[in-house]
């Protein structure tokens, strides 16, 4: 079974202080990760997915197969980076069954 | 194109009743998904097609449940005798490279 967990729903961070947001996952395989975001009031949307190897608004994320982990990163965050953050999980090429986790809440406080 | 489209985007009905929601996928997408999505919780898959077919639908998913895309295009889901544990957010998306791009949801409440 594919699994997506993120183990914080909230996480407070000061505006220019690092940003790690966690996501462990479990796969029979070779998955497709990626980060979806929602900003308030709009819909959800990709952020970013680990084949494109793009930074996006500054963020980052490496999949480590050791640790089966994906987690996002921002060495400085800015207050427009306040929102739901997903980490979601897929076949390989993405064209398969999309799990979800139950998302991170990110604050940034000014 | 405006994306993805749900209509309607909010139902109130009485525990009992049937709803169908419909989506509107991006016109060149062959797949369309559909999650449900409850507070304090993310989306939780439904099931998916590539174009008319059904690949995959949710075990968790009761047989009140269905989803169909009769000609590959739009995409209609139907919740029959509806309980109160039904009222969520039910977003669809649809997809051609593996990204999903969703629609803004329809919200369920049921009384």
């Known amino acids: 079974a594919q699994r997506v967990t993120q183990p914080e729903k909230l996480l407070s961070v000061f505006k220019g202080a690092p940003v790690e947001l966690k996501c462990n996952y479990s796969?029979?395989?070779?998955?497709?990760l990626f980060w979806y975001v929602q900003y308030s009031r709009q819909r959800l949307q990709l952020l970013l997915r680990h084949i494109s190897r793009e930074s996006i608004k500054g963020f980052t994320a490496d999949l480590n197969k050791g640790e089966t982990s994906f987690h996002l990163k921002k060495p400085f965050a800015q207050e427009e980076d306040s929102a739901m953050y997903y980490c979601?999980?897929?076949?390989?090429?993405?064209?398969?069954?999309?799990?979800f986790g139950i998302g991170t809440k990110l604050q940034v406080i000014p | 194109d405006t994306g993805v489209s749900q209509d309607p985007r909010h139902k109130i009905t009485k525990r009992g009743q049937n709803v169908t929601f419909r989506c509107d996928p991006i016109?060149?997408?062959?797949?369309l998904y559909w999650y449900r999505q409850t507070l304090g919780q993310g989306p939780e898959f439904l099931t998916y097609f590539q174009n008319e077919a059904q690949l995959e639908k949710s075990r968790l998913l009761s047989d009140r449940f269905s989803a169909e895309r009769p000609k590959g295009s739009f995409s209609t889901l139907e919740i029959q005798r509806t309980e109160q544990g039904d009222s969520a957010m039910y977003l669809c998306?649809?997809?051609?490279?593996?990204?999903?791009?969703f629609g803004e949801g329809s919200r369920l409440t049921v009384l």
């Open positions: 979601a999980l897929s076949g390989p090429g993405g064209y398969q069954k999309v799990t």
């Open positions: 796969y029979s395989g070779s998955p497709e």
């Open positions: 016109s060149e997408h062959n797949r």
């Open positions: 998306a649809s997809s051609s490279t593996g990204e999903l791009f």
